[in-house]
């Protein structure tokens, strides 16, 4: 699974603050990203309830790496999944935002063709080998 991150770069947060939770989000100028069913409401889990959090912004995208691009160059918060962001994190070019509240977490699915000619990479994920129930004969 991943977890879906709040990450703003250091410029944004000198120069807006940052949101110490959930509610604070109306304060700040936040990517929407039609990926999301909800686009304008962000998901947390707020003393062990869900909860969607209304965002506001004039930026709107269907790609979390256009969010986290927007993201990096200041102009906003970005709710982008880890894998999109953690390095990053990691290498200090955005900040991860409210780490400490739980956020939506997806399943990741593989899917791929029942094919001989699989690239190794592939034959070699855990993936892309099917539960033992569901293996067919080659």
Known sequence: STEIWVVASPDYIAINGEPKNPADLQHFNCVRDTNF????????????????????????????????DIALCGLALAYCPDYVVRSDVDAGRLKRIMPGVPTLKLPIHAIHSNSRHLPARVRASPASSPPAATRTAT
Do not use: E, K, T
């Open 37 to 68: 069913r909800a686009g304008n409401a962000w998901h947390f889990v707020v003393d062990g309830a869900p909860q969607d959090v209304a965002v506001h912004g004039p930026i709107l995208v269907n790609s979390a790496r256009s969010g986290r």
